[in-house]
């Protein structure tokens, strides 16, 4: 089992639409949680970041964290086709590495 | 304030070879992380030095190798080069304290 799960997609939302992105993790003693994009032979771009249970809210994402459930989501309101990119979630436990989903591709239909 | 810089942005070898990746974090950061990123393997950790010393180390082989310096700026080495290490390799930098982590553009390597 992979340490943290993405679907792959293509996720496809259209313009306006809200966009949810799910990742499950593994291990339990994971505390800091991260979502970064990445467009297409671009390096990975630092959008959102989590480290308690619930929502937090930056303009048009919303990150939210369930640790009972292992699961983190991030929420694109308003999706804008500039929004078409690989979602890559990312977890880490206390000094260790950082570890990466294989991300989600998301497409925003004009 | 400038961001996380790598130096080459591209670069081809032959198999065999040995290259050396730079490095240059964000002013005050001194965590410098390396990754290797495939569209089959996705992104993978290779290691993370801090003040110089390693912190972590990812599952590679020994031909990858870095070091850090004491202005922070790191260097990763891969030695005997094959096909495979062709890939896209991400430094990331972040703050004493936090997990927050920034990538520099990527050096392109491809081995032929």
């Known amino acids: 089992q992979k340490e943290v799960e993405q679907n792959s997609g293509p996720l496809s939302v259209p313009e306006g639409a809200i966009a949810s992105l799910n990742c499950t993790y593994s291990?339990?003693?994971?505390?800091?949680f991260f979502w970064y994009r990445q467009y297409s032979g671009k390096s990975p771009e630092l959008i959102m970041s989590?480290?308690?249970?619930g929502d937090k809210e930056d303009g048009r994402f919303t990150a939210q964290l369930n640790k009972a459930s292992q699961y983190v989501s991030l929420l694109i309101r308003d999706s804008q086709p500039s929004d078409s990119a690989t979602y890559l979630c990312?977890?880490?436990?206390?000094?260790?590495?950082?570890?990466f989903g294989s991300g989600t591709r998301l497409q925003v239909q004009p | 304030k400038a961001g996380v810089t790598q130096t080459p942005r591209y670069l081809i070898k032959t198999r065999g070879q040995q290259v050396t990746l730079s490095c240059s974090p964000i002013?005050?950061?001194?965590?410098v992380s390396w990754y290797q990123q495939t569209p089959g393997q996705g992104l993978q950790f290779l290691f993370e030095?801090?003040?110089?010393?390693?912190?972590n180390k990812g599952n590679f082989p020994g031909r990858f190798s870095g070091r850090q310096f004491s202005n922070s700026r790191s260097e990763m080495n891969v030695s005997t080069l094959e096909l495979g290490d062709s890939a896209l390799y991400l430094c990331?930098?972040?703050?004493?304290?936090?997990?927050?982590?920034?990538f520099g553009p990527g050096t392109r390597l491809t081995v032929t």
């Open positions: 990331a930098s972040s703050l004493t304290g936090s997990s927050e982590q920034y």
């Open positions: 291990d339990r003693g994971s505390q800091s």
């Open positions: 989590i480290y308690s249970n």
């Open positions: 990312a977890v880490k436990e206390g000094r260790r590495a950082l570890t």
């Open positions: 002013s005050g950061h001194r965590s």
């Open positions: 030095y801090f003040s110089e010393t390693q912190r």
